[in-house]
């Protein structure tokens, strides 16, 4: 059964920076693509940025130049750093590997507060 586990997330204020990672465990993380959401209060929740097992970056339009995802292979693990940061980027943060439609799991999620 695979497993995420998030840190990194805090109190930061507007403009600043955080790096989020998140641990995978349980099965190969290689053959798996990996992203991050975000769920503000009532809001439903939305890709943040996604990394293909190849390597393979996209990005929502509102964090594109400012969030930055990575993946380290040997290390199971994958990062989202989050530069220039807004108040609207304030939201719950989770990781999420997916395979296939059935081998789709999703970390607990971390606390990202932006605010001065």
């Known amino acids: 059964q695979v497993q995420l586990v998030e840190s990194g997330g805090?109190?930061?204020?507007?403009?600043?920076?955080?790096?989020?990672?998140?641990?995978?465990?349980?099965?190969?993380f290689r053959f798996y693509a990996m992203g991050w959401y975000r769920q503000a209060p009532g809001k439903q929740r939305e890709l943040?940025?996604?990394?293909?097992?190849?390597?393979?970056?996209?990005?929502?339009?509102?964090?594109?130049?400012?969030?930055t995802i990575s993946r380290d292979n040997a290390k199971n693990t994958v990062l989202l750093q989050m530069n220039s940061l807004k108040p609207e980027d304030t939201a719950v943060y989770?990781?999420?590997a997916k395979r296939t439609a059935s081998l789709d799991y999703w970390g607990q999620g971390t606390q990202v507060t932006v605010s001065s």
Not at 48 to 67: D, H, L, M, P, Q
């Open 10 to 28: 805090g109190l930061v204020q507007p403009g600043g920076s955080l790096r989020l990672s998140c641990a995978f465990s349980g099965s190969i």
């Open 48 to 67: 943040v940025a996604g990394i293909t097992s190849g390597g393979s970056t996209n990005y929502a339009e509102s964090v594109k130049g400012r969030f």
């Open 94 to 96: 989770y990781c999420n």
